[in-house]
Each structure stands twice: as C-alpha cells, then as structure tokens.
C-alpha cells in the first residue's frame, strides 16, 4: 500500500509540474535579457547533456532532438547555434566517453550558474523543459534535475521536485 501511495503522490507531483512549464517558459521569456552569459550559456548546455544522459546512454535520435530544441528556443537566441550545439556535443561526447569523469565536467558545467538566482533557476527550468521534451519526464530525468539543484543550491521542491 505504500507504494501505491507512493507512486500516486509521485504521479501527482509530475502532473503539477508539466502544468507549471507554460508559465516557467514565459519567465524564461521575459528574462531572457538577463541571460545572457557565458555562465548561463555552458550551465545550460551541461543540464542539456546531464538530462539526455540520465537514462545511462544518448542514443543519436535523442542527441538530435535535444540539439534542435537548443536551436530552436527563443531564450537561447542570444548565443549562435552553433556555438551552442558544439558545447552540447562537446558535455555528451564526455558523458559518454567517461561517464564518471564526463559526469562531473557536466557538473561543473552547470554550476556555473551558482550564485546567480535568475541563471540558476533558468537552468534548471531549462533541464526540465529538456526533460519533458519528449512527453515523458522519467524518474532518471527527475533525478538528474535534482542533481544539479544541489550543484546550484537550490531546493528541488522549489520546482516541484
């Protein structure tokens, strides 16, 4: 009985979750301006990477679809697409040469953005939007996204975590 409750009450979290990324995207919008570091840019790109490894590999589809919604998302527009791809590349090429050294080069990727509230919590939305990209935010995906809320300090409930 407990895990039922426990899986419902998880259910229930990712529900109230995917209903909060319309509103977190418009916050991305509307601060996009702010976003525009380097910090940001390489935070990002390693949550990128970090959350299309979680399940263990990148298969190239995956590869693919996350670098086209890196591409296509208007709060990146800042920075060239191709610079943007190739950083993405560069943190999955790593996991997936040394994943426990890929790992923690991704981590220090993403913590970048440590002490700097607005490019914090912009990764991490970014992580989950990545995360759900496909319409299926896993618990390996969860994981990892949380994982990196401990590297930038921030608490995962916050997000609904």
């Not at 529900?15 to 702010?34: F, H, M, T």
């Not at 299309?52 to 990146?76: F, H, T, Y």
């Not at 610079?83 to 890929?102: K, V, W, Y």
Request: with cysteine; net charge negative; charged share 25%.
């Amino acid at each position: 009985m407990a895990f039922l409750n426990r899986l419902i009450s998880n259910a229930t979290s990712i529900s109230r979750l995917l209903e909060s990324a319309p509103k977190w995207r418009e916050q991305l919008l509307a601060k996009r301006n702010e976003l525009r570091g380097g910090s940001f840019r390489d935070a990002t790109m390693g949550i990128c990477a970090l959350v299309a490894a979680a399940d263990g590999g990148i298969d190239p589809a995956e590869r693919m679809r996350v670098a086209q919604l890196i591409g296509a998302d208007p709060v990146l527009q800042h920075f060239p697409t191709d610079e943007l791809r190739n950083l993405f590349e560069d943190n999955c090429n790593r996991i997936t040469m040394d994943p426990a050294f890929g790992r923690a080069y991704v981590m220090q990727q993403i913590a970048k953005a440590t002490g700097k509230p607005t490019e914090a919590r912009a990764v991490v939305q970014m992580g989950i939007m990545i995360g759900n990209a496909d319409g299926n935010f896993d618990a390996q995906e969860i994981a990892a996204v949380k994982e990196a809320c401990q590297v930038l300090h921030l608490d995962p409930q916050e997000f609904g975590l």
